[in-house]
């Protein structure tokens, strides 16, 4: 099944740097999409080296292997895991990055079915058949509270510990979410990080890829409206189209 892919990032109107980082590539049929955290430049670091060992281990993978669902699996599992093991040590290293992390999202496109990995809360949304899906679950103090039913979303409560990650890539021990989908022609997947979806309901985003055949300008609509909003942060977003 042949793909369609856009992204881009954006450091929006608040932040000095952008310490988000991305990769995509049509031909490798992967999309990764990190937000990094941490003091100095210590966010923009790990993201990047989150970004670059994962899109690495990923483009080792020969043709046949993507026919092997167990196989992309495993190895976007031990390129996480490796990508958490760079950060690490690159900390120990580095006393002034000591508490940089990052987010991940990433999807891998395989004939007839898509593989995605999520830590933290950097989102992954399904679009099909004209309605929204988020596929990964995020890993905040927020959204675990929600889920409890003990919060509320949007109360006053909820937005003061919005920013409080309970996995994150730079933890010393970490659980990686694994999801298999089967793909369908004209099915969209849409990746971001909260810079969009804070700002940005989900109906929202399915207007606006929905309504662009030019999945760039879909992205720069959707960035466009982010920072229309207040753009406090870094945004991230990518789409991919099945055909």
């Known amino acids: 099944m042949a793909l369609e892919m856009a992204a881009l990032t954006h450091k929006g109107l608040v932040r000095d740097n952008n310490e988000d980082s ?11 999409i990190c937000d990094g955290m941490g003091g100095h430049a210590g966010g923009q670091v790990a993201s990047e080296i989150a970004v670059q060992v994962v899109s690495g281990s990923l483009r ?3 043709p046949q ?9 495993d190895t976007l599992k031990h390129a ?21 992390g990052t987010t991940i999202v990433a999807c891998c496109f395989m004939q007839d079915r898509v593989v995605t990995a999520n830590i ?9 058949e004209g309605e929204i899906e988020q596929v990964s679950d995020d890993h905040s103090l ?3 509270r929600i889920r409890a039913g003990v919060l509320e979303a949007g109360s006053p409560e909820a937005r003061m510990l919005s920013n409080i990650l309970t996995r994150a890539l730079g933890m010393e021990q ?41 999945l760039q300008l879909a992205c720069m609509e959707l960035v466009d409206l982010a920072n229309s909003r207040g753009g ?11 055909l």
């Not at 940005?200 to 309504?211: D, G, R, S, Y």
């Open 22 to 32: 991305l990769y995509y590539d049509v031909r490798d049929r992967v999309t990764v």
């Open 65 to 73: 292997d993507w026919l092997d669902e167990e196989r992309v699996i």
């Open 174 to 214: 970490i659980t990686v979410d694994i999801t298999v989908e089967d793909l369908r022609p004209g099915d969209l997947y849409l990746l971001c990080t909260d810079g969009l979806s804070d700002l940005i309901e989900p109906f929202e985003m399915c207007e606006v890829a929905l309504h662009n055949d030019d």
């Open 80 to 100: 996480i895991f490796g990508a958490n093991d760079h950060i690490l040590s690159r900390a120990r290293v580095d006393h002034s990055l000591f508490d940089m």
């Open 120 to 128: 933290g809360d950097s989102r992954i949304y399904r679009i099909a």
């Open 232 to 242: 406090h942060d870094n945004i991230t977003v990518a789409l991919i189209r099945a």
């Open 142 to 144: 927020v959204a675990e």
């Open 60 to 62: 080792t993978l020969r």
